[in-house]
């Protein structure tokens, strides 16, 4: 009897294995996301809407604009809802990886943006630079800081985002001259 109960857990162990290989993905970039779906842009310009109802957070977890994905779905009874069965974060959005600490300690004093998931943000070892937030426009970068001349007003600084992963973070001048090469620090 215990020989039997071990095949058919076995067994089952290999259906569920084959069933969640076997279904149907769809892969690209997040372009919108609620907390019941997620909308992608895939590579060939079509979209597709998948349901995030009643799904398991470890196995769909979170998504943001921009975070590459694919994701395994089955169709439900009716047809035309696709539900989500699995969602993997291919490759993270800038959203997701800008927020942090970001230090350059390769000069004479240490520099460098403290970049907050709320938006927020500050300047290290700038002085005259009183940051107040930041956000994303497309690949750029951009800081909002109190007006040195104007304490009531507000000056705008846009960066190109050269290069960025979960260690470095490369920004550029809207000219293209290098301005700042940060590491990400604890």
Do not use: F
């Not at 750029?140 to 050269?162: F, K, Q, R």
């Amino acid at each position: 009897m215990k020989k039997v109960l071990i095949m058919l857990v076995a067994a089952a162990a290999v259906l569920c294995g084959c069933r969640q290989n076997n279904l149907p993905t769809v892969e690209g970039c997040v372009v919108d996301a609620t907390i019941h779906s997620v909308t992608v842009q895939t590579p060939e310009g079509g979209s597709a809407t998948v349901s995030t109802l009643g799904t398991d957070p470890m196995l769909v977890p979170g998504v943001l604009p921009g975070d590459e994905v694919r994701i395994a779905y089955e169709t439900l009874p009716d047809g035309e809802t696709l539900r989500a069965v699995r969602l993997d974060i291919t490759t993270p959005s800038a959203y997701r990886l800008l927020p942090g600490i970001w230090r350059d300690c390769t000069g004479p004093s240490e520099v460098g943006l403290v970049l907050a998931e709320d938006g927020s943000a500050r300047a290290v070892g700038l002085a005259d630079l009183s940051l107040q937030d930041w956000s994303l426009d497309g690949d750029n970068l951009v800081l909002t800081a109190a007006d040195p001349d104007d304490p009531s007003g507000t000056v705008t600084l846009i960066y190109v985002i050269e290069r960025l992963d979960v260690d470095s973070l490369v920004l550029a001048t809207t000219e293209g001259d290098v301005y700042m090469t940060l590491s990400r620090t604890e």
